[in-house]
Structure formats: C-alpha cells, structure tokens
C-alpha cells in the first residue's frame, strides 16, 4: 500500500513489509494504489489486460487478437480510462496503433509482389536493380561507384489504389509515407528516360545497366 507521497514519488510498503519508493507516474499509481502492489489484471468479455509475472510487461487482448507491450505507462494511461468509462475502446485503439506499422509494412510487399524477381526489400527500404534504392523515409537513392548517393525525383500516383485496409481491429488508413515509397520505386522501376532532370542525375554505368534492363524487357 501506498504510505506517502510528495512531488516526485511514492512511498510504498509491499505485503511482505518491505518499504520501497516508486515515481510517481501512472503504472506505479495503477498498480500500488489500484491493484493493492499485486499484478495488473483487468478483464472484459471482448478483452483483457494482463500484467506478466515481469513487472511492466503486459499481455493485451481484444477478442482473438493479442500482443505484448511493454510501454507501461501508456498501458496504464489507456486502461486508466477503459476502468473508468467501461469501454474497451482504448484498448482496441492501442492494439490498431501499435498494429499499424506491421500491416503498413506487408501492404507494401504485397504491393511490389509482382516486381519481387527485380527488388531487395529489407528494413532499410526498398533496392530496385542493385542500381536505385528508397529508404523507409523515402528518399531516394542512385548507387554511384558501389556508394549510395541521393536522388532527387517526384513520383506522382500511378493509378487508383485503395490506400485502406479493414483489420479485425478497425479500418487502417495507408499514410502518405508508404504510398511515396511505392509510388517511387515504381518510377525507379520503370524509369522516364526522356526526363533529362532524372537521367542527368545518373552516372554513366547506372545508364548503362537501365539500358540492358530495358532489352530485356522488351
């Protein structure tokens, strides 16, 4: 139990008697003044939040959909709420957003899977040909003597593409980031060489190689 306070911390006795101090933020207040110092657990028909036996590690449930998350504080904050108003929407909208990043990242793929056999997608972003590259900010990027070097180009929107997803959590909007991803790397991928802004960028054996691409494809 809680036995003072003051601006910054909490003075805490656990069951055993041991008197410790905590922050004060809103785990330490959670879980030693709502739950008595035991484990965080907090149950609803369509979900759950579950402390582990690691203080500050939590299970988080919404119906068949389940992650663990170790930001305390913004657990707490969101359960916080969910006690008070009886609603699991915190819950489900910390789970979407937490979410977000995983789903965005396989639409991506799934996007560029008919260019695989041209592409390395890894988590610094997307190579086109060994020859061009767009990081995950979306910057692009022309390989110049075996270095990476930048690449002005604007990619405008090549076609309609719904940029969003139902998941079972809600619906997921894809953000400006991804679609730049995608809308340059298929310009990368399938290059305007009349635009002399672009093609005087390059060096001359990245011209080279779009040439003998370009053969092939044909």
Partial sequence: MILDSDYNTLTIQKPDGEIIIRNIDEYNILKYKDFKGKRIIKKWKHGKVEETYNDGIFNVVYKDYAMQIRDKIEVCKRLKYAMENRTLEPIKDLLLERTEKEIKDDILKRWLLPFLHRLRIDKNGVTVDDIFKVDMNGQAYKKDSGKWTHLCIVASETGKINNKVKHELGEIKIDFRTMEIYNKVLF?????????????????????????????SI
Wanted: with cysteine; glycine share 4%.
């Fill in 188 to 216: 990368l991928l399938f290059p305007n060489q009349k635009d002399t802004v672009f093609m005087n960028q390059l060096p001359g054996d990245v011209k080279y190689k779009m040439s003998e691409i370009a053969k092939c």
